[in-house]
């Protein structure tokens, strides 16, 4: 209802508050008007009442993971919760159970087996994620309880969106870890940063959809006033704007980032293969140099007009570099003026002297060599581009076709290139082959395997050009790891916007789930790890007399 149908409701009510007036009281309806609507506008606002997303989002997760490992305090089944089913009549199979003098609680849909709770916990534990993406997730998980602990808002946040679908793909039914994967994936969107106002009326459908899903595994008392209130944020996004412009993530996470910026650096020489090969790489990706490699192609082409392009790419790479030198200073002797500072130095070339670095800060990413990321609690080695390539059906293929592709791996080292009059930064990496090391699962995960291994000739890139990516083991094949996008979204005109991709990634529903959803689903036939209820203890206090010793005498 808008703030105009409330008022017309409320305006004539005049409701005085105390025993003697208890008589007056309406019974039903509308019991009072607000103070807030003697302020003229209040009845016009849109949004009179704000939804906080960060702590909807860290109330739920706590109920989810709460009743998943049965943490108590914070689960939401159990006696009381059983004895409503049977009081309601529904999943009476689910009913209290008494045997001897303790209380036995079938396992539901949702209730995990301690084997499956070591699997949850054991995947949390592993989990190492760059710095600034959260917390070390690996100290909110405790093995010997079987549960986590210390959760902040922003750790519940990270754990929701990204890692709580991961580790739930090996564990419980199907049909619940499909619903509780849609409600992660909703947060994810409604927490991006670039929302598509065309697809907030699907999302709402799809909420609603899944709590109702939700509702036929879950206990009714899950769903308290916090999990209701997120059928109401898509209406607060189409109001207000997304959500990141609402909470308080960004600045808390930019003071840790200024926290990190001091480096220790030291100075070898590289090789001249891998520097050519990274010289090569700059004068590729630099504006300036781009006519004069199209000059040098056409000059190839033109002295060897039998030569397919394949051939003339790889001789290109092959003398490109003094090709270039000499064209560039020979054209600065005759014409000093026709060269820039920074194009006569490209052409001369870098120096062999190399700044190298375990760690670096840049595009608002803090990126480690997979040495230092050995040593740390942080995954900051992680690493994708995307970069155009060509594309050969095979060796007598005389049309390649050029695409841009991404390109994942890890960060082997760091290197600064001193050009005299500036400075640039290269990653050397390790990527993973394309063909057959990556993959997409038909949950929508992507997997990379990371010991696939290519391009070892290709191996640099600008550092300008890299942006962070995490890997997590999946639970289901310990060959494969996860590929997740650092949670930083990069600006030309502010130098870091915090959190979350840019991309939002709706959820759809499966045909599958359309399948009617019989008595069985309601209980889990694959183990019988329930809840025991022991019985309470009442302790008697009895009077006893007190009777005084008698003192011994000293000798």
Known sequence: ??????????????????????HTLVKSGWKKRSVFFELPYWKSLYVRHFLDVMHIEKNVFESVIGTL??????SKDGLKARKDLIAMGIRTELGPLKKGKRTYLPPAAYTLSRKEKKTLCKFLSEVKVPEGYSSDIRRLVSMKDLKLKSLKTHDCHVIMEHFLPIGIRSILPEKVRSSITKLCSFFKSICSKVIDPAILPMLQKEIVITLCELEMFFPPSFFDIMVHLVVHLVKETQLCGPAYMRWMYPVERYMKILKGYVKNRSRPEVSRVERDQVHLYVLHNENEVEPYVEIHKDVLRGLNPNRNENWIVREHNRCFIPWFKDHIYSKYYSDPASITERLRCLAYGPSFHVLSYSAYAINGYTFYTKEQDDKSTMQNSGVTVVAEAMHISSVKDLNPKFANLSYFGVIERIWVFDYEKFQIPIFGCKWVENNNGIRMDKSGFLQVDLNRVGYKDESF???????????????????????????????????????????????TRNDQDENIISNDSYIRNDHNEGIWINPTVRVVKRHVEHIPTKKRKRT
């Open 1 to 22: 209802m808008t703030g105009d149908q409330i008022f017309e409701k409320v305006k004539d009510l005049d409701t005085q508050f105390g025993k003697p007036f208890a």
């Open 69 to 74: 490992l049965n943490i108590q305090g914070k």
């Open 461 to 507: 890139i600008l550092a300008s050009q890299a942006r962070q990516v995490l890997y997590v083991n999946d639970p289901k094949s310990t060959k494969w790891s996860i590929v997740l996008f650092s949670n930083k979204v990069i600006d030309e005109n502010t130098r870091d916007q915090g959190d979350i991709d840019v991309e939002i990634e709706s959820f």
